[in-house]
């Protein structure tokens, strides 16, 4: 079935464990509330050498029973170039997240700077620039942790702005997609252009069609053959399915991805000096991103870190007690 996946999805529990060492490497965590179906997200898996724990949850305690167990995926990495080559190389239907770390020198402290940027989820081709405007953007940027309280306009405003992102500039986007296939295959099979310029004029009569039918992209051979298209829907339509496999699973992985809860937790080295993080706690801080903040645009958590440079200090102090000796030191007459 081709539908509209995004309308569609179950919540689930993610979080991202980062111990920074002073040499550059990383040791990185995951850990799921679901089985490895929701991993697909990340592309975690034994043979790339993670490490993997299934752990039964303890849900006793709580009112209603929210999980069964959880998994746990562990690797060391030698450095954050290593990290991307596995989870940031390009790909839209994984969940992408770049880390940079930065060790710089100053005279009396050595600083480490490091950032993890999850890579926006949308991939389709349709700009939102019509659909949102500079406002929209600057809500998002300013909302807070998940889990933590909105006021009442804040909450008018995001159900608004969850209304056209989904239901408005998400159908259409996915439209888009799903059109895209039919038309090549179209093409593929020697259509006359005239067929194919009635699709295009006729663009937006395809939309209304497809919104009648809930976004269920299954039936778009049979919405072109209703305005006037002559094709064989049964033989055309098995291969639309087909063609349309792949982009299936890219629609269905920003689905998974969009309803899920995040954690990231970065333990650094070093006392802290700067962070955006949602909390802190001695050198450990801590995001909770609502997707939104990573459905559009890509969204950067950075923490910078920093240690004395105590022979530095000792130099530079033996320096100054010498410079002010030659200065008061009794001159011979």
Same mark, same amino acid.
């Given at each position: 079935?081709?539908?509209v996946?995004?309308? &569609? %999805?179950? *919540?689930?529990n993610v &979080?991202?464990? &980062?111990t920074?060492?002073?040499?550059?490497?990383l040791?990185k965590?995951?850990?799921?509330d679901?089985d490895?179906s929701?991993?697909? +997200?990340l592309?975690?898996r034994?043979?790339?050498?993670?490490?993997k724990?299934?752990?039964a949850?303890?849900?006793?305690?709580?009112?209603v029973?929210?999980y069964e167990?959880s &998994?746990?995926?562990?690797?060391?990495?030698v450095?954050?170039e290593?990290?991307?080559?596995?989870l940031a190389?390009p790909?839209d239907s994984?969940?992408?997240?770049?880390s940079?770390? *930065?060790?710089?020198?100053r005279w009396?402290?050595?600083?480490?700077?490091y950032?993890?940027t999850i890579?926006?989820?949308?991939?389709?081709?349709?700009?939102?620039d019509?659909?949102?405007?500079?406002?929209?953007?600057a809500? +998002? *940027?300013?909302?807070?942790?998940?889990?933590k309280?909105? %006021?009442?306009?804040? #909450?008018f405003?995001?159900? #608004?702005?969850?209304n056209? =992102?989904y239901?408005?500039?998400?159908?259409?986007?996915?439209?888009?997609?799903?059109l895209?296939?039919?038309?090549n295959?179209?093409?593929e099979?020697?259509?006359d252009q005239?067929?194919?310029?009635?699709?295009?004029?006729h663009?937006?009569d395809?939309f209304?069609? =497809?919104? %009648?039918k809930?976004?269920? =992209?299954?039936?778009?051979p049979h919405? +072109?053959?209703? +305005?006037?298209?002559?094709?064989?829907t /049964?033989s055309?339509?098995?291969i639309?399915?087909?063609r349309?496999?792949?982009l299936?699973g890219?629609?269905?992985f920003?689905s998974? /991805?969009?309803?899920g809860?995040?954690?990231?937790i970065?333990?650094?080295?070093?006392p802290l000096?700067s962070?955006?993080?949602?909390?802190?706690?001695g050198?450990?801080v801590?995001?909770?991103p609502?997707?939104?903040k990573?459905?559009?645009?890509d969204y950067t958590?950075? %923490?910078?870190?920093?240690?004395p440079n105590?022979l530095?200090?000792l130099l530079?102090?033996?320096v100054?007690?010498?410079?002010?000796?030659?200065?008061?030191?009794?001159?011979?007459r």
């Open positions: 079935m081709v539908a996946p995004l309308l &569609t %999805s179950c *919540e689930h &979080t991202s464990e &980062t920074v060492h002073t040499d550059g490497s040791d965590k995951f850990v799921f679901k490895d929701v991993l697909n +997200i592309g975690l034994r043979e790339g050498g993670w490490r724990t299934v752990q949850g303890d849900s006793s305690s709580a009112p029973k929210s167990y &998994t746990t995926y562990e690797k060391t990495y450095s954050a290593d990290a991307n080559r596995e190389a790909n994984l969940l992408r997240i770049t940079s770390f *930065e060790k710089r020198f009396f402290y050595t600083y480490i700077r950032t993890e890579h926006a989820l949308n991939w389709l081709r349709l700009k939102p019509d659909y949102l405007v500079q406002e929209d953007y809500f +998002i *940027e300013r909302l807070p942790a998940e889990g309280p909105i %006021s009442k306009a804040d #909450e405003y995001l159900s #608004e702005l969850n056209r =992102m239901d408005v500039y998400g159908m259409r986007a996915l439209f888009e997609e799903y895209n296939v039919g038309t295959l179209l093409k099979q020697q259509l005239r067929w194919l310029d009635t699709i295009r004029v663009q937006n395809l209304a069609i =497809m919104k %009648s809930e976004g269920d =992209m299954k039936d778009m919405a +072109i053959h209703s +305005i006037g298209i002559p094709l064989d /049964a055309f339509g098995s639309y399915r087909s349309c496999r792949p299936n890219k629609t269905s920003i998974i /991805a969009s309803e809860k995040y954690k990231y970065v333990h650094l080295p070093w000096t962070t955006n993080a949602d909390s802190v706690s050198t450990t801590a995001w909770a609502p997707p939104i990573f459905l559009l645009k958590m950075y %923490s910078e870190c920093r240690t105590y530095l200090w530079s102090g033996s100054v007690i010498f410079t002010g000796y030659l200065f008061v030191r009794p001159r011979k």
